[in-house]
């Protein structure tokens, strides 16, 4: 069996296959993920801010020319994320946990 | 000689963060993906710091930290949560257990490097025999 593999003539080796269909565009691929049972704010503003924390941090990172010198206009652009992220950061903080807190707080003083 | 801090952390990207960031600073990294493998590295070599997730696959930061208190050789390292929960009350449980310090993400970088620098330096006057003034989570 091995020996008749053996005898086969080899196929002739070609470059990798290449895939000329169209793509479909970027944000069409993108699939989320299921969110997990029973959502709480807690656990959302924590889902919310682990990857805004790398965003920032990295942004940060770049901002402060820790990874090598960069242009007046790519400064200006980090700018804009960065200033978009601590929006965001904002609004997890005014709409998730600002209520939350309000209500735990309510919970364990409750009004006479 | 080179400080060294233990990075507790799952999430990839932010593991990477705090390697970038300390190592641009002149510190030496180690890392954990869990707590087991945390505290099996905390007892081979004694960190100046360890920085440590909240939420971790198996046991949690809390449980860990817990772990690396009751053990004589660890029991003195400094240990600083970093953790995406962020209600004050969050914050005040995580001194209340026992952590040096808490930082929440997303984390402010020069905030996060004087936290380090300073409970670093803290680790090195213990070991020279000077008094600590360790007040827990005042940054």
Do not use: W
Not at chain 1, 34 to 57: C, F, I, N, Y
Not at chain 1, 93 to 104: L, S, Y
Request: net charge neutral; glycine share 4%; with cysteine.
């Amino acid at each position: 069996m091995a020996a008749d593999r053996k005898a086969q003539p080899r196929a002739p080796r070609r470059g990798p296959t290449v895939d000329a269909r169209p793509r479909p565009p970027l944000e069409m691929q993108y699939v989320p993920s299921p969110p997990p049972p029973r959502e709480t704010p807690d656990s959302l503003s924590h889902a919310l801010r682990t990857p805004l924390h790398v965003v920032m941090g990295f942004t940060q990172l770049l901002r402060e020319q820790q990874c090598g010198p960069l242009t007046p206009r790519q400064l200006q652009c980090l700018d804009e994320v960065l200033a978009a992220s601590r929006q965001l950061l904002g609004v997890i903080r005014d709409r998730i946990e600002a209520p939350d807190d309000a209500q735990q707080r309510d919970r364990a003083e409750p009004r006479t | 000689m080179s400080k060294t801090v233990l990075i507790v952390e799952d999430d990839a990207p932010n593991r990477k963060l705090f390697r970038d960031v300390l190592q641009a600073n002149g510190y030496v990294t180690e890392e954990a993906p869990d707590g087991k493998q945390a505290i099996d590295l905390a007892r081979r070599r004694r960190y100046d710091l360890i920085l440590m997730d909240i939420q971790l696959p198996g046991a949690s930061g809390v449980e860990t930290m817990r772990s690396l208190r009751a053990a004589a050789e660890t029991r003195a390292v400094p240990v600083v949560a970093l953790t995406g929960f962020a209600l004050p009350s969050d914050r005040a449980r995580f001194l209340r257990e026992g952590f040096d310090n808490c930082l929440t993400k997303p984390v402010d970088l020069d905030e996060f490097l004087q936290v380090v620098a300073r409970y670093v330096a803290d680790c090195r006057a213990a070991d020279a025999g000077e008094p600590q003034a360790r007040a827990p989570g005042v940054s």
